[in-house]
């Protein structure tokens, strides 16, 4: 079955700075590559996804790039806010969903 | 639109009990899963359904079953309940192979005691 690693597993930033979490697949049948936030307490929340014709996507201060040769795919969050701290999940699916361990991401202002 | 909706929130049982989590959707979703959280992990799949009368296991099955008699509906059972089976459940259904966003309901918090 499908193996998604994800690192680090904690990220501490500086209001206004950039954080990158990276996640790494290993099926290649894998097409569709979500990124969820998650609230403590809440549900998982999707905030961005990509499919595997598309290399890059962006959508205001967060994007998601796509390397489908080395099956490995990350997620960019720019001018980051205290709000933005929570923890982030990557997946990737091909109908089945597999998840990686998640990201606590701490803003500090 | 209710979304995805499961009961109950909350729930505590003693080793060898059994219940049932509901997950009903009314948004005419195909496709559906189940999903356990433990404390600081990612979501682990336990089941999923694509389609009324078609269930298939995910990575986590073992203790738990599904049914998936209607669209909407895709009940969760546990059979005599462990602590390993402590955890949040999440239900989550998606349109089809080409509308992947999955919709997640609100989670049940299980306990095993």
């Known amino acids: 079955g499908e193996n998604v690693e994800q690192h680090p597993s904690t990220l501490s930033v500086q209001e206004g700075d950039s954080a990158v979490i990276k996640c790494t697949y290993s099926d290649s049948a894998s097409n569709y590559f979500p990124w969820y936030k998650q609230e403590l307490g809440k549900r998982p929340q999707l905030i961005i996804d990509?499919?595997?014709?598309?290399g890059e996507k962006k959508d205001q201060r967060i994007a998601v790039t796509l390397n489908k040769t080395a099956k490995h795919f990350s997620l960019h969050i720019t001018e980051t806010q205290p709000e933005d701290s929570a923890v982030y999940f990557c997946a990737a699916s091909n109908n089945q969903f597999y998840f990686g361990t998640g990201t606590s991401l701490t803003v500090i202002p | 639109n209710a979304g995805v909706t499961q009961t109950p929130k909350f729930r505590i049982l003693k080793i060898g009990q059994s219940m049932t989590l509901q997950c009903t959707q009314d948004m005419n979703h195909n496709y559906m899963y189940w999903y356990r959280q433990d404390p600081g992990m990612g979501l682990k799949l336990i089941y999923y359904s694509v389609g009324a009368g078609i269930t298939d296991k995910g990575e986590v099955p073992n203790g738990y079953n599904v049914s998936r008699s209607t669209t909407e509906d895709f009940p969760l059972r546990l059979e005599l309940a462990a602590p390993s089976q402590t955890s949040v459940y999440f239900c989550a259904s998606v349109l089809g192979v080409s509308y992947n966003e999955q919709f997640f309901g609100p989670g049940t918090r299980l306990t095993v005691l």
């Open positions: 990509i499919r595997s014709n598309v």
